[in-house]
């Protein structure tokens, strides 16, 4: 089943690649936290299409007050909502539940953006339009994430490890983009073309194993 989302459609410029985890129980269930009837409907479809719970929230007050952070759950959200910022929803989502993971929707992906929501506790970011496979494999991380929360891996390489592979303009990069600044500013910066620095910046991504830019914000952040 392929579900055409409203709001969430083709492509992201911020893909995510499903990570080698084992299968999730049917238990998992998805919180679905947006303000526009369509997008619940087509997301509780295309997520019960493979077998998820869905639990869809109209408001922050709502979900905040109902939602329970249980084992195989997580949280999909719209960063736009006219009852208040997305970002203080995420942040107080961080407070009242630490332990569910949460994806963010928005339309407006620029590294400024992706650092502000990656530092205030979300697992993932989304640039509408995105593809329904690209959601669902999302969704399949974050509750694999759910998961490592609990119990986390000792067998995983640590970021320090990964780091150690950066060269040296790598680390000053990455530093650069860890703090918000986006391709443009580097590379005026560090006096070299936009796109070497994206060069530079796809390199970084394969070293440290990241799958996106909001991966990579979020694991070098909980390193520090």
């Not at 759910?146 to 891996?153: A, F, K, N, T, V």
């Not at 983009?177 to 006096?191: D, R, S």
């Amino acid at each position: 089943m392929n579900t055409t989302l409203p709001s969430v459609g083709q492509v992201s410029n911020l893909p995510v690649t499903p990570r080698q985890v084992e299968s999730l129980p049917l238990s998992a269930t998805v919180f679905v936290l947006d303000d526009e009837p369509a997008v619940r409907d087509s997301l509780r479809d295309l997520l019960e299409s493979e077998h998820y719970q869905v639990q869809t929230f109209e408001s922050p007050k709502q979900f905040l007050q109902s939602a329970t952070s249980k084992p195989n759950t997580c949280l999909i959200l719209d960063l736009k909502m006219p009852e208040i910022n997305g970002m203080d929803v995420l942040q107080a989502v961080m407070r009242r539940k630490p332990k569910l993971p949460t994806i963010v929707l928005t339309a407006y992906a620029e590294v400024p953006a992706v650092v502000s929501v990656m530092k205030s506790g979300a697992v993932n970011l989304l640039e509408k339009p995105c593809s329904d496979q690209q959601l669902l494999d999302a969704v399949r991380d974050a509750l694999a994430q759910s998961e490592q929360r609990r119990e986390p891996s000792s067998g995983a390489e640590s970021v320090p490890a990964k780091l150690s592979r950066l060269s040296q303009r790598e680390r000053e990069i990455l530093k650069e983009l860890v703090a918000g600044q986006n391709v443009k500013q580097i590379a005026l910066q560090f006096g070299t073309s936009p796109n070497t620095v994206r060069n530079q910046r796809g390199s970084i991504l394969e070293k440290m194993a990241a799958n996106s830019m909001a991966d990579l914000i979020r694991m070098v952040l909980e390193a520090t």
